[in-house]
């Protein structure tokens, strides 16, 4: 294949030669099986960090419009799910992360369901997109480790039976010295058989929470150093000044990528105060000009937690724009927050637009950053490992044969 007319994000215009699954040649290049990329923005594939595809496609409306409240929401909602329910609600989701152009999703998945039947779901969902997505399930222990007698052992069991890393989520714990256990428990699974550790930490407005400190030193005291993610982290936006400066270098130390749901948390948070009220986003350039790895997630679509999402990681880095005030240069730099970024958390080592890379490429309709930026539209091409997997958002190479996406689940 040739992607003639390309053009990259330092403003070159150049072919690009793919042979079998490889980027072989960047420039001059000759080649059969053209596309045309009409001089657009040629760019390499998004991540999604952080996402719950068990409770995709839930909708149920949460009054307060809190986490809290979604909570308990999905505790009723989960008990009535059925496995065939979660399937097929999340296979619609990642059709449209797949069409919007996301290749590589970290998922949740609830393991205090103790059935684990939302694990089934999403390990079929997994084995079903191998071909066209890379689809990691994080045991994630909704309600707390040790809210529940058994919960422990459930999780550890969720990851005997093929969860990719080990969840936890400290500031759902009764007490600070369960949070902290539950911390040390995590890391005691992640060990015993060798995951990484992706947790849901200081999801709140409550700057007392604290517990990106304790997961940085265990991912230090354990050697784990770029095993671990902090998914949300809001509480940071809360911290003072003078704590943020101590602890986030130590954070960068440690390896820790922190990943921001800037959609979700822009609706959950500041729910209890009245105006001005404060933005649930870990400030995102702070983190980074302390050394910080930061990725962004989508988390959520039409669940008790967001009732919008449409599965475009451009959404979701639009949002952080906004919240954190990326302007200038950092806008331009900003697309490492949904790419380069989560590649290095991933440790993707053949990522990007380069000679010998695997040929995973996106074939935009933006002539620059702006405007992929301001129309997010979806990609015309998604090319995975050297063959078109969607066209334009709306058609998808499933299972073999092409199909239309659709927005919701057929029977929604
Ligand atoms: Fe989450």
């Given at each position: 294949m040739l992607i003639k007319n390309a053009k990259l994000l330092d403003g070159r215009i150049v072919n690009i030669k793919i042979e079998g699954e490889k980027i072989t040649c960047i420039g001059k290049c000759t080649g059969d099986d053209v596309i045309d990329a009409e001089k657009k923005l040629v760019i390499p594939p998004y991540f999604n960090m952080h996402f719950h595809l068990d409770s995709a496609f839930t909708q149920v409306k949460n009054k307060s419009g809190t986490l809290w409240e979604g909570i308990r929401i999905w505790q009723e909602i989960r008990s009535k799910l059925t496995e065939e329910e979660v399937y097929r609600n999340a296979t619609t989701a990642v059709k449209l992360m797949v069409a919007y152009g996301t290749l590589w999703i970290r998922t949740h998945v609830d393991v205090t369901e103790k059935s684990l039947k939302l694990l089934r779901a999403i390990k079929r969902v997994k084995e079903d997109f191998k071909e066209i997505a890379d689809i990691q399930i994080t045991a994630f222990p909704q309600d707390g480790i040790y809210a529940d007698k058994g919960n422990d052992e459930v999780l550890r069991k969720a990851v005997e039976e093929g969860a990719d890393n080990v969840g936890l989520i400290p500031h759902n714990e009764i007490t600070r010295e369960d949070g902290v256990k539950s911390i040390k428990f995590a890391f005691e699974v992640a060990k015993e058989y060798n995951k990484d550790v992706d947790g849901h930490i200081d999801e709140t407005d409550d700057p007392n929470s604290r517990f990106l400190e304790v997961l940085a030193r265990e991912t230090i005291n354990n050697s784990w150093e770029w095993r671990v993610t902090a998914g949300h982290v809001t509480a940071m936006h809360s911290w003072d000044p003078a704590y943020r400066f101590r602890i986030l270098p130590v954070v960068a130390k440690a390896g820790i990528t922190v990943v921001p749901n800037p959609l979700i948390n822009a609706v959950l948070q500041g729910r209890l105060e009245g105006y001005p009220k404060r933005r649930g986003n870990a400030p995102i350039k702070e983190m980074i000009s302390s050394g910080v790895n930061v990725a962004l997630g989508h988390?959520?679509?039409?669940?008790p937690w967001y009732p919008l999402g449409a599965g475009n990681m451009l959404q979701v880095l639009f949002m952080a724009i906004h919240l954190d005030q990326l302007t200038g240069d950092e806008i331009y730099n900003s697309l490492d927050l949904i790419t380069y970024n989560s590649a290095k958390a991933w440790r993707l080592k053949d990522y990007g637009i380069k000679e010998g890379a695997e040929a995973n490429i996106l074939i935009t309709e933006a002539e620059d950053m702006i405007d992929l930026l301001r129309f997010m539209d979806p990609p015309r091409f998604v090319i995975r490992k050297g063959k078109v997997i969607a066209k334009n958002g709306k058609m998808i190479f499933y299972k073999g044969k092409w199909e239309e996406v659709k927005r919701k689940p057929i029977s929604y």
């Amino acid at each position: 294949m040739l992607i003639k007319n390309a053009k990259l994000l330092d403003g070159r215009i150049v072919n690009i030669k793919i042979e079998g699954e490889k980027i072989t040649c960047i420039g001059k290049c000759t080649g059969d099986d053209v596309i045309d990329a009409e001089k657009k923005l040629v760019i390499p594939p998004y991540f999604n960090m952080h996402f719950h595809l068990d409770s995709a496609f839930t909708q149920v409306k949460n009054k307060s419009g809190t986490l809290w409240e979604g909570i308990r929401i999905w505790q009723e909602i989960r008990s009535k799910l059925t496995e065939e329910e979660v399937y097929r609600n999340a296979t619609t989701a990642v059709k449209l992360m797949v069409a919007y152009g996301t290749l590589w999703i970290r998922t949740h998945v609830d393991v205090t369901e103790k059935s684990l039947k939302l694990l089934r779901a999403i390990k079929r969902v997994k084995e079903d997109f191998k071909e066209i997505a890379d689809i990691q399930i994080t045991a994630f222990p909704q309600d707390g480790i040790y809210a529940d007698k058994g919960n422990d052992e459930v999780l550890r069991k969720a990851v005997e039976e093929g969860a990719d890393n080990v969840g936890l989520i400290p500031h759902n714990e009764i007490t600070r010295e369960d949070g902290v256990k539950s911390i040390k428990f995590a890391f005691e699974v992640a060990k015993e058989y060798n995951k990484d550790v992706d947790g849901h930490i200081d999801e709140t407005d409550d700057p007392n929470s604290r517990f990106l400190e304790v997961l940085a030193r265990e991912t230090i005291n354990n050697s784990w150093e770029w095993r671990v993610t902090a998914g949300h982290v809001t509480a940071m936006h809360s911290w003072d000044p003078a704590y943020r400066f101590r602890i986030l270098p130590v954070v960068a130390k440690a390896g820790i990528t922190v990943v921001p749901n800037p959609l979700i948390n822009a609706v959950l948070q500041g729910r209890l105060e009245g105006y001005p009220k404060r933005r649930g986003n870990a400030p995102i350039k702070e983190m980074i000009s302390s050394g910080v790895n930061v990725a962004l997630g989508h988390d959520c679509i039409m669940d008790p937690w967001y009732p919008l999402g449409a599965g475009n990681m451009l959404q979701v880095l639009f949002m952080a724009i906004h919240l954190d005030q990326l302007t200038g240069d950092e806008i331009y730099n900003s697309l490492d927050l949904i790419t380069y970024n989560s590649a290095k958390a991933w440790r993707l080592k053949d990522y990007g637009i380069k000679e010998g890379a695997e040929a995973n490429i996106l074939i935009t309709e933006a002539e620059d950053m702006i405007d992929l930026l301001r129309f997010m539209d979806p990609p015309r091409f998604v090319i995975r490992k050297g063959k078109v997997i969607a066209k334009n958002g709306k058609m998808i190479f499933y299972k073999g044969k092409w199909e239309e996406v659709k927005r919701k689940p057929i029977s929604y």
